[in-house]
């Protein structure tokens, strides 16, 4: 006779018939209480969509860092510029660095301008 694991089961997450589903999980989870944790519907449904039952690893905690960093959109002249702008006028913001641009025909944003002084 084998003892069964307490605690609810992982076929409940498989969607098999017979099952039970979300609400025959969710039921059979304890209810809260000031030291048990709670699980919501929307980490039920991410760990349901992710669950293999033949690779394990899918149930382990993945990376929360970005996939993709952005990539500026100016060119370095631009930023060589703005550089330089900057070192002449250090206490001009990004504002009046981008009225002084476009006064060198450089159709550049204030925002791009405070990009690139962040950099």
């Known amino acids: 006779m084998s003892a069964a694991a307490p605690g609810p089961s992982l076929q409940f997450a498989t969607g098999?018939?017979?099952s039970g589903g979300l609400d025959g999980f969710l039921s059979s989870l304890p209810q809260r209480g000031p030291n048990?944790?709670?699980?919501?519907?929307?980490?039920?449904?991410?760990?349901?969509?992710?669950?293999?039952?033949y690779d394990l690893t899918t149930l382990e905690e993945r990376s929360h860092c970005p996939r993709r960093c952005r990539?500026?959109?100016?060119?370095f002249p631009l930023e060589e510029k703005v550089l330089g702008?900057?070192?002449?006028f250090p206490r001009w913001d990004k504002d009046k660095l981008a009225v002084l641009l476009r006064?060198?025909?450089l159709p550049v944003a204030p925002s791009m301008v405070g990009r690139s002084l962040a950099r």
């Open 85 to 88: 702008l900057r070192s002449q």
């Open 16 to 18: 098999k018939p017979g």
């Open 103 to 105: 006064r060198q025909q």
């Open 71 to 75: 990539q500026p959109t100016w060119s």
């Open 36 to 53: 048990l944790p709670s699980l919501s519907r929307q980490t039920f449904y991410r760990w349901q969509r992710r669950y293999d039952p």
